[in-house]
């Protein structure tokens, strides 16, 4: 199917959704789609240390954020 065909498809689909979560999707894509790519206006040393998180990740070396907040739970004594 072309874009066109996409396009037309969508555009006759969206005037029958009522599902609030849909129309906010759709509406947060369309934004989004027009948008340049963030990670190109990243200085080069955040870049870096991002990607040396993800490999850390990758790596099985980070916690998970439920692992983080039982341990900030546990250490201020909160339930």
Known sequence: MDSNSKKYKT???LPSV???TVLYQSKTDLE???QDDFWDELP???KQ???IGLKQSEQ???KS???VMAEIKKK???T
């Open 11 to 13: 555009n006759e689909k």
């Open 65 to 67: 954020h439920s692992q």
């Open 32 to 34: 989004t789609e027009n």
């Open 44 to 46: 080069e040393q955040v």
């Open 18 to 20: 009522e599902e609030e």
């Open 49 to 51: 240390l991002i990607e």
């Open 76 to 78: 201020y004594n909160l």
């Open 60 to 62: 099985g070396l980070g």
